[in-house]
């Protein structure tokens, strides 16, 4: 199956050297070019992309908004937003974060993470770039204004002990094989874990249910 994407920059060549990139592989095609946010917006809805690679600062509508629209359109529940972002510690990108953006990279990515990045995400993974760590993970998803509420936990009500356990264990920054280790599960279970917590919680990806996990109070962040 071919991985739809759309671009979303401000710079024309840069889009065309990420369009030469993503074409040249089977499995991807670019559908659709933004030069702004809100074409970004016009183009997800009318050609529903599997990935929208999306900058962050563009003229008008930004990224961040943009994100936000289009992570709240239920048409475009499938779609998912891997941010570019020229600085990793860019504050907007938490916010993209908790918007509904499955992850964000480094415009310095390599082509080969660009494009593996492309595919984790599709797949409903998610993905930050390799210079993130757990301790930038935390940092994004939480802060004084993400304080959980004494009531919070109760959102999780519907998992099931497991189902926690395993969603605190990936909003740690374990990946399915890591958690399976620790858990003495399989892969495949700890993959099943995940989406039926996705699916109880309404969460679009794996990226959601990691800030889920922090808003609830399920994990907190480590102190700096």
């Given at each position: 199956m071919t991985i739809r994407v759309l671009l979303a920059d401000d710079q024309a060549l840069l889009r065309a050297t990420f369009r030469l990139l993503i074409d040249s592989r089977p499995d991807l095609e670019v559908v659709g070019e933004a030069a702004d946010g809100a074409q970004a917006v016009e183009l997800a809805r009318a050609h529903r992309p599997d990935v929208v690679l999306m900058d962050i600062r563009m003229p008008g509508t930004d990224g961040l908004s943009a994100t936000a629209t289009i992570c709240a359109d239920p048409q475009l529940n499938d779609t998912h937003v891997l941010i570019l972002t020229t600085f990793e510690l860019d504050e907007y990108v938490a916010q993209a974060l908790r918007a509904g953006a499955s992850g964000f990279l480094g415009k310095d990515v390599g082509p080969g993470e660009l494009l593996d990045a492309i595919r984790t995400v599709a797949a409903g993974d998610a993905l930050l770039s390799p210079?993130?760590?757990?301790?930038?993970?935390?940092?994004?998803?939480?802060?004084?204004?993400l304080g959980p509420a004494p009531d919070a936990l109760k959102r999780l009500d519907p998992l099931t002990g497991r189902e926690r356990e395993v969603m605190a264990l990936a909003a740690e920054g374990l990946d399915n094989n890591a958690i399976a280790?620790?858990?003495?599960?399989?892969?495949?279970?700890?993959r099943t874990h995940l989406h039926r917590a996705m699916a109880k919680l309404d969460a679009r990806d794996r990226a959601q249910l990691v800030v889920i996990a922090y808003q609830c109070g399920l994990v907190r962040a480590t102190p700096q």
């Open positions: 210079q993130a760590t757990r301790t930038l993970i935390t940092r994004f998803l939480t802060g004084p204004e280790a620790r858990l003495f599960l399989s892969p495949l279970t700890v």
